[in-house]
């Protein structure tokens, strides 16, 4: 993608992190709120546990040439949100919070569920990959912004924090590279070309924020438990 001008994608991103950034989620987890944490990780499991075979059936599912030829980096977005998922339990267990808690939690969360329904339509394949861009997107916000705050990071101990790590400390290409790419590529013809991809992905944006509001309530039950 270097040869495309990309900085009206980049003032998408600016965009998105402006939602992300003063939710109760996050702002509540900067202050190194365990019970937040707890929140976080309660409220978005049921995406985390299903993305990988989300991303499994989308894209084995996609029939365009041009993007059977990147199969090898999509098996590998694949398998990477698989092992992604396994440090998202990790920093569960360390918070205390054990694979049936999660699971306790998994249908408490319908916009969550909306998340991953979206996820799994296969309306077009340049809008599937669009909704991956903005999956990406915000876990890269979210780590960013939570691994800004010192309250945050001593909440955690270092295995705790991988999940958080690997998704701002990005060496080769992203997956939201990749999956940007390929959209754009599907999308050459298209006339309102950044209207769409804005769309596409603040849409998944703003559904990970509404899904957020639900943090006071989950924080508050787990100190009341403590």
Known sequence: ???????????????????????????????????YIRALMVIYWKFVDEFPEILY????????PVIKRQAK????ITADEKSHRHMWLETSDFLGLSYQTLNNYRERFPLVNKISLRLRDTVDTALTLLRIVGVEIVAE?????????????????????????VHVAHTGTTHEQ???????????????????????VLAIVDMFVDAAASAPEIAEEFAKAA
């Open 1 to 35: 993608m270097a040869h495309l001008n990309l900085s009206w994608f980049h003032s998408i991103k600016r965009d998105a992190c402006q939602r992300i950034a003063p939710t109760t989620l996050v702002l509540g987890c900067k202050r190194g709120d365990k019970n």
């Open 57 to 64: 059936e989308q894209f084995s599912t996609m029939s365009d």
């Open 73 to 76: 980096y999509l098996s590998g």
């Open 141 to 165: 916000i979210l780590s960013s912004e939570l691994l800004s705050s010192d309250k945050f990071c001593n909440a955690l101990n270092e295995k705790a924090r991988v999940w958080f790590k």
């Open 178 to 200: 990749i999956a940007l790419r390929l959209a754009l590529k599907e999308l050459e013809h298209e006339v309102n070309l950044q209207e769409v991809v804005m769309c596409e």
